[in-house]
């Protein structure tokens, strides 16, 4: 039982110790120096003394010391023992894998620049989060709250908050050639040049303070107190430690420290990496060729389907679980009943502040009969909020973080005048900017202006000129709107060449050249051309995918961006039951449907292309009391569907109970169920097919991932542990009990 508790506790916690392996390192108390050098444990070519193990103990509490308080210290010392020993032996045989052109031409692992570049940098992050902690406690001694401090101590909302669009890209490594990585091989820093990084690092460290000329919010000098102080902590535990007390063998050694914990963490990823694809995903070599084979998919699926198929023959189960507010996940069979669910994208051009205020004000805001702003639904108080967003030029601001080789960004710059706020002849403050170009010394600078007599033409009299961060780039509905439809058009025009292209068998090149942006689309292309699949099925689902673009780049809401295995806001066509949405916006849901469905309850894609509105016909402006919502039928999802056609394998019994009957001993049948989920999406608004979905999901639960170990590297430690045991490379010197450990770094 203790075998069973100590490996449960070893699988959660080994991947996370070896990334912070040097955390708190500084802070461990100890007796002496000489004490300390005791040889305590051997594992392979490796002696740890006591001093060793009290450092990599104090890692080790601090990620798993909230579950001490489930276990004994017998069991807590065992498991700690343990995840050193197979921390160790991962290095070990990390180390005998890593290429050298002298020593180890066969080596398998390649360290790279870019891998030492990685390393160095989670250095220096690391030194600057020490330094910012000092400084940080410098601020708050003089009584300044978290928002005045320099705008480098601070935490960025709005670089957290940034919404990046990212297509469906697999967790599962590639097998990659070693011998192009080879060219760019590089080793370990050795100490010469650990000290020149130390050089750079110093005054990297002062930088903030150096660009910090416009900066108000900072104490001259507060820099250098916290790098002192962080001085001062290394000479503390130096002291204690009974080793030097020389400020630049102090920081050298630190700097080592850390360098050689990142080394080490990196070193050992590249391993797992490597064992991963020789060991685990070359079939072609050693490779495993059965966890992760057409078989087990294709039996992972149906037993993934078939309870989805028992689950929601209860309608109310289905609900709750295609209605998630958080999003649902993946559903393989939709509930059999008189009513249907369908799914919705879109994008939200949120009310501001201050025209929210109005909103508030509007007749028929109390006689709702409650104060919760969502609820309001008397209909004056609705009538008076759209008139009003209406009058209002609605905006919202653009995302321009990305580079978009393909979708051109719409929008206008403007100033926002807080006197003007509330004042609907002037835009509730939004003034609409002119601009020009001004040469400043070799380069152009573009100027923005508030043109007063509407000329276009700068006037430095009667204009205002305003500063570039005062300066807003924002989009109204029919900014979003142009965007859509001048992108489709793009859009439609490539798509349409490269299938020409490809079913003449035609070169590509030419077409897909300067479209970085659109890679993931072209893949998909040649992934649905292979399946069959016709031009207006591949135009309609690169509608979705560009919405799904152009959603990041605009709308205001996060809510509905998570799209990875998420399959939209979903709406049914019940009149009376809106689930988590606002009534506002599943009646305008509901209205979308009846525009652009045909007698099937399919979105007709045809139709709307030949109609004078083209891809606006798929759109749909609604209001709500939160802004107005571009809103975008996505799915529609039929009584008693499933994403795969699996009716030749269901039976429906006399009793009513359903059973089936699938023959995975034969090749063919298995190779039929994988050629469907190779053809089906997880939603129209993701590339990722429902195969990518479970190949994924068995390769993380099996290999793991970067945080996590699978059972398939789990097995492997412990079986590596035991090949250690038995054949004598583990030898204990003496022995440290969990009481002594404990006592070290208290």
Excluded at 59 to 85: G, R
Excluded at 259 to 280: C, P
Aim: negative net charge; proline residues 1%.
């Amino acid at each position: 039982m203790k075998k069973k508790i100590s490996r449960l506790i070893l699988s959660f916690v080994m991947i996370i110790c070896c990334v912070f392996s040097f955390v708190g390192c500084s802070l461990v108390k100890t007796d002496n120096a000489k004490a300390n050098d005791v040889d305590i444990l051997t594992i392979g070519d490796t002696t740890l003394t006591k001093a060793d193990l009290i450092s990599q103990f104090y890692t080790y509490y601090q990620s798993n010391s909230s579950y001490f308080a489930y276990y004994t210290s017998d069991v807590i010392e065992e498991s700690f023992y343990t995840w050193v020993m197979v921390r160790q032996i991962i290095n070990e045989k990390a180390n005998a894998e890593l290429y050298d052109a002298e020593n180890n031409k066969n080596g398998k692992i390649v360290y790279t620049k870019e891998d030492e570049e990685d390393v160095w940098k989670s250095v220096y992050e690391y030194v600057y989060n020490q330094l910012n902690s000092y400084e940080k406690a410098i601020y708050k001694l003089k009584g300044w709250s978290e928002n005045d401090f320099p705008m480098w101590l601070q935490n960025n909302k709005e670089e957290d908050d940034k919404k990046v669009f990212k297509p469906y890209e697999t967790t599962v490594p590639e097998i990659t050639n070693r011998d192009e990585k080879i060219k760019n091989v590089t080793k370990k820093s050795n100490d010469d040049e650990i000290k020149n990084k130390i050089v750079d690092l110093k005054k990297s460290l002062f930088k903030f303070e150096e660009e910090a000329i416009d900066e108000s919010r900072f104490i001259k000098g507060a820099r250098n107190q916290a790098y002192a102080e962080y001085i001062s902590s290394l000479v503390i535990g130096a002291k204690s430690n009974g080793t030097t007390d020389n400020v630049e063998e102090l920081l050298f050694n630190e700097i080592k420290r850390v360098y050689d914990a990142y080394y080490g963490s990196k070193v050992s990823t590249l391993f797992q990496n490597y064992w991963t694809q020789e060991y685990l995903l070359n079939t072609e070599g050693n490779g495993d060729t059965t966890s992760l084979s057409d078989k087990v998919i294709a039996k992972t699926y149906l037993e993934k389907y078939f309870t989805d198929l028992q689950n929601y023959q209860v309608e109310d189960s289905y609900i709750s679980k295609i209605t998630d507010k958080e999003g649902a996940s993946v559903i393989l069979y939709h509930y059999n009943g008189a009513n249907y669910f369908f799914t919705v994208q879109h994008i939200l051009i949120s009310f501001d502040e201050y025209l929210m205020e109005e909103v508030k004000k509007l007749h028929g805001y109390d006689s709702a009969g409650n104060n919760d702003f969502s609820d309001v639904t008397a209909q004056g108080f609705r009538d008076e909020r759209d008139k009003l967003a209406a009058a209002y030029t609605m905006l919202t601001k653009i995302n321009t973080d990305n580079e978009y080789d393909s979708i051109t960004i719409v929008g206008d710059h403007y100033y926002f005048d807080e006197s003007l706020k509330g004042d609907k002849n002037n835009n509730y403050g939004y003034i609409k900017l002119d601009s020009f170009e001004e040469t400043v010394g070799e380069e152009t600078v573009v100027r923005y202006f508030i043109n007063k007599d509407n000329s276009g033409v700068y006037n430095e009299l009667e204009d205002t000129l305003v500063d570039e961060d005062d300066v807003q780039y924002l989009a109204s509905s029919e900014d979003i709107y142009k965007c859509f439809e001048n992108s489709y058009a793009s859009w439609k025009a490539i798509v349409e060449n490269y299938i020409s292209a490809v079913k003449g068998g035609s070169e590509t090149d030419s077409i897909v050249e300067g479209y970085d942006d659109m890679t993931y689309i072209f893949d998909m292309i040649d992934d649905m051309l292979s399946h069959g699949a016709t031009n207006n099925q591949i135009l309609e689902k690169v509608t979705s995918l560009l919405f799904v673009q152009i959603q990041w780049i605009y709308s205001g809401d996060s809510l509905g961006n998570e799209i990875s295995n998420k399959i939209g806001y979903v709406v049914s066509n019940y009149p009376d039951q809106n689930g988590n949405w606002v009534s506002d916006f599943a009646q305008g849901a509901r209205e979308l449907i009846k525009k652009v469905v045909n007698s099937d309850g399919d979105v007709d894609f045809a139709n709307i292309e030949s109609s004078a509105n083209g891809v606006k016909d798929l759109l749909l402006n609604v209001t709500s009391n939160y802004g107005v919502h571009i809103m975008k039928v996505e799915n529609i999802y039929k009584a008693g569907s499933s994403l795969v056609d699996m009716s030749e394998y269901i039976t429906e019994n006399a009793d009513g109970t359903i059973s089936y009957q699938v023959d995975l001993e034969d090749d063919a049948v298995v190779a039929k169920i994988i050629n469907s989920l190779k053809k089906a999406y997880v939603s129209t608004s993701s590339n990722e097919t429902l195969y990518d979905y479970l190949y994924d999901e068995l390769y993380v639960n099996y290999a793991g991932n970067s945080s996590t170990n699978g059972t398939y590297f789990l097995a492997l430690e412990y079986e590596w542990l035991n090949q250690y045991h038995t054949s004598g490379k583990i030898v204990k010197h003496g022995n440290l009990s969990y009481d002594s450990l404990i006592a070290s770094i208290n």
